[in-house]
């Protein structure tokens, strides 16, 4: 029901602006599931640890049975709004569809101090559930950075910023 994770990433990453997580149970090798869904697997807290810095600081509480995870559909709002620089008003998701398809947990880590700035980070994702989790569930982690790569298909040219 503890799950410490220690994610693999290249040492010449930009500082982390984003991570997000997501599970999903018994949809690997299954091409009657959709693969572009995610389960909660009784989610209950979620951790992320940039070196020593912890995000975020307070716990989040989950409990998808009884429909506590107002939290991370929170954060799961800031970063599209943060994301895409405007206020779009509502999220893509419904409070409903987010909870039945795509509960994902979006870490806001762009607020960091410079010692995260300079130097390699080492990524540790901790995570409790309420329950067991499911055998056949795979834990999926996307890093957003701060770096632009632009690609020229006419030249084959990349530039990055």
């Not at 709004?81 to 998701?93: A, F, I, T, V």
């Not at 989790?133 to 006419?154: F, K, M």
Request: glycine letters at 2%; a neutral charge.
């Amino acid at each position: 029901m503890r799950h410490s994770w220690n994610v693999k990433a290249s040492s010449q990453m930009e500082k982390p602006r984003f991570v997000i997580v997501g599970f999903q149970t018994n949809r690997e090798n299954d091409s009657q599931k959709n693969k572009s869904q995610f389960d909660h697997c009784n989610l209950a807290n979620m951790k992320l640890y940039l070196n020593s810095e912890v995000y975020p600081y307070e716990n989040l509480n989950l409990n998808f049975n009884k429909y506590q995870f107002s939290v991370i559909y929170e954060m799961y709002a800031r970063f599209q709004e943060s994301y895409h620089y405007k206020n779009s008003g509502e999220p893509c998701l419904t409070l409903s569809k987010f909870h039945d398809i795509a509960p994902l947990i979006v870490i806001d880590c762009s607020r960091q101090n410079e010692t995260l700035k300079a130097g390699s980070v080492d990524i540790c994702l901790e995570f409790e559930t309420n329950q067991n989790i499911p055998a056949n569930t795979s834990a999926y982690c996307l890093i957003l950075h701060d770096r632009l790569v632009r690609y020229n298909p006419l030249t084959n040219v990349i530039k990055i910023s």
